[in-house]
């Protein structure tokens, strides 16, 4: 009898969101969706913008960021040498669609060739002409762009996860003192005195490294510099971070007055970096249902919180195929996004465009 009746709440459970899907005009598309509340964007690649993929941007997302390639060692991989067809091609897509593009990253610890940091001899520089070679290359790169981007991730991930640290020690760091951060803003503003220039991070909703974040753009600001908002990068999972502590982060970033942008949504369904979970591969019932949660509870989040959220980007297009599959464990595939591999939208989607419909 239990287990009858158990079927039978299932079974009406199914029907009912259904039901709500099919209320949700499907001809429309996530930018549809919360066309009054914030951007929708994705990373992308110029492969990605082809096919069935390409397709699926264009019904669902306003805004494109480049996923590689416009970091420092794919656009600017010698000292003398540009590569700008890949960021061309995605910057074509953006404006033949009438998509907003933002631009990540200008300076950066991981993915910048070493030439960066060396003379011809093999040397490492010095600061004055690191900061030379700091200037050029944001001059340069925001240059190209000016007016085709919008917005850019001008510092990536600058602050330590190590507790006891402020600054991650990086050559950037090493070699220039905290100096660098400020340079690059006031560097990215001459190239560009419109666009959005964003300090972007990761963690952004643990406590200790979020007063950090905070009291780096706190003097940031009180020192003039051109800093106008706060990337929270939200790779987030099935079981972290909390809504509240989302909620603490935009409270506490938009006290200094702070554009907030989500600019790399994506949800692992995994608790462990190390391969403990059982089942590692599957997209298991419980999995999904956690998942869906999540995203629920995080996009009414960014509703509640009062226009403080100007864009939501996900970190590449569907399950297919994400940066998750090898990261932090190689070879486990995940399911983090709202699309499944085939494309199509999974549950956690309709959850979210319930929201607003
Ligand atoms: C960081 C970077 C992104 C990307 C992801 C992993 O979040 O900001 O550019 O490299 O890691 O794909």
């Not at 919360?34 to 069935?52: A, D, H, M, Q, W």
């Not at 940031?220 to 603490?248: A, C, M």
């Not at 999904?288 to 864009?311: A, G």
Request: overall charge positive; hydrophobic content about 35%.
């Amino acid at each position: 009898m239990k287990r009858r009746l158990a079927l039978f709440f299932v079974l009406t459970l199914n029907g009912f969101q259904l039901c709500q899907a099919q209320q949700i005009d499907s001809s429309l598309g996530l930018k549809d969706h919360f066309k009054n509340r914030f951007l929708i964007g994705v990373s992308v690649t110029p492969n990605s913008l082809k096919g069935e993929s390409g397709a699926l941007i264009i019904r669902e997302f306003n805004t494109l960021t480049a996923e590689n390639a416009m970091k420092p060692s794919l656009i600017h991989p010698e000292k003398d040498r540009y590569f700008w067809t890949d960021t061309d091609t995605i910057v074509a897509f953006a404006k033949r669609n009438n998509m907003k593009m933002r631009g990540h990253t200008l300076c950066w610890h991981r993915q910048t060739a070493e030439w960066f940091f060396k003379d011809d001899a093999g040397t490492q520089v010095g600061k004055e002409e690191l900061l030379k070679r700091l200037k050029d290359h944001i001059t340069n790169v925001v240059g190209r762009y000016k007016g085709s981007i919008y917005a850019w991730d001008v510092v990536n991930e600058a602050i330590d996860d190590n507790e006891k640290n402020d600054f991650r020690s990086s050559l950037w760091y090493e070699i220039c003192g905290e100096e660098y951060i400020a340079k690059a803003f006031q560097y990215a503003h001459e190239a560009d005195p419109k666009a959005k220039l964003f300090y972007n991070d990761y963690n952004t909703e643990n406590p200790v490294k979020r007063e950090k974040i905070f009291l780096m753009i706190k003097k940031l600001k009180e020192q003039g510099v051109p800093i106008h908002g706060v990337g929270l990068q939200g790779h987030w999972s099935n079981k972290w971070p909390s809504s509240e502590e989302l909620t603490r982060t935009i409270e506490k970033f938009s006290l200094l007055g702070l554009d907030i942008q989500i600019t790399e949504m994506d949800i692992s369904v995994y608790g462990s970096k190390e391969n403990m979970d059982e089942n590692p591969g599957v997209f298991t019932a419980e999995r999904e249902k956690d998942q869906v949660e999540k995203y629920r509870s995080f996009f009414e989040v960014f509703l509640k919180s009062n226009n403080k959220i100007s864009s939501v980007t996900f970190w590449n297009v569907s399950d297919k195929h994400s940066w998750l599959d090898n990261f932090p464990v190689k070879n486990r595939k995940n399911f983090p996004l709202l699309f499944d591999a085939a494309f199509s939208r999974k549950k956690a989607y309709w959850e979210v465009a319930k929201l607003v419909n």
